[in-house]
């Protein structure tokens, strides 16, 4: 197993343009979720699904957008980048079948943004 | 989400045992205790988890106290290679389900 797939690994984009993080996973896992880990900081949840077709908000949704057609596959969407988006981003997944959310995380390895 | 209280950081030598306590006083029945461990540059890893006593893996052991509102992570004879950054989690679905993470704690290894 690949485990959990980020791309790309680094981007730069100026202010105003948009992209897609990609992010998929071959665990089958129905909990998927999307952090930003800024410099010495901790992660905060941006957006995370429970399954296909099914999305919620986290703590930092602004600006971000999220879908979830398929069980392997939830990108994330900066709509119109700013400098304040400039941040590691990490894709994780986990089992969370039948209700069962204490199943580990797994984690990407992260996409490095720079907006200038 | 229980709080949950680390320390920013910790400095250790190599060989030696750390442990890293976390403090949870308001950890709810249905809560569970996790923590990761995250090198520079890559994501968080799964480390341990526990709901009570004691639990031990190939990596480290967990300590938890009958009243449950604390935790201690134990790295047995830690290595340079330890060097990384601990969070602690508590929650009834800290595998998935909304999971945050707070600041965590740095840990250093010197030689």
């Known amino acids: 197993n690949a485990g959990v797939t980020q791309t790309p690994k680094f981007q730069v984009l100026k202010t105003g343009q948009s992209m897609t993080l990609q992010c998929a996973q071959d665990?089958?896992?129905?909990?998927m979720s999307w952090y930003r880990q800024d410099p010495g900081m901790g992660l905060r949840l941006i957006h995370y699904?429970?399954?296909?077709?099914?999305?919620d908000q986290g703590e930092v949704p602004n600006g971000y957008n999220v879908s979830r057609s398929t069980t392997e596959d939830f990108p994330l969407r900066l709509l119109s980048a700013a400098p304040s988006q400039t941040s590691v981003y990490f894709c994780?997944?986990?089992?969370?079948?039948?209700?069962?959310?204490?199943?580990?995380?797994?984690f990407g390895n992260g996409t490095r943004l720079t907006v200038t | 989400l229980a709080k949950t209280t680390q320390p920013i950081s910790m400095d250790s030598y190599e060989g030696q045992e750390v442990n890293i306590t976390c403090s949870h006083n308001?950890?709810?029945?249905?809560?569970?205790i996790t923590w990761y461990q995250q090198f520079p540059s890559q994501g968080p890893r799964f480390i341990i988890q526990?709901?009570?006593t004691k639990v031990t893996n190939e990596v480290a052991s967990l300590f938890i106290p009958a009243d449950r509102k604390s935790s201690t992570l134990s790295l047995p004879r830690v290595s340079l290679s330890d060097t990384a950054v601990y969070y602690c989690?508590?929650?009834?679905?800290?595998?998935?389900?909304?999971?945050?993470f707070g600041a965590g704690t740095r840990l250093f290894v010197k030689a």
């Open positions: 994780a997944s986990s089992r969370g079948d039948r209700g069962n959310f204490n199943s580990p995380l797994h």
């Open positions: 665990m089958n896992h129905e909990y």
């Open positions: 699904s429970v399954g296909a077709g099914i999305t």
């Open positions: 308001n950890i709810a029945t249905n809560d569970y």
């Open positions: 526990g709901y009570k």
């Open positions: 989690l508590v929650g009834p679905n800290t595998g998935g389900f909304k999971t945050i």
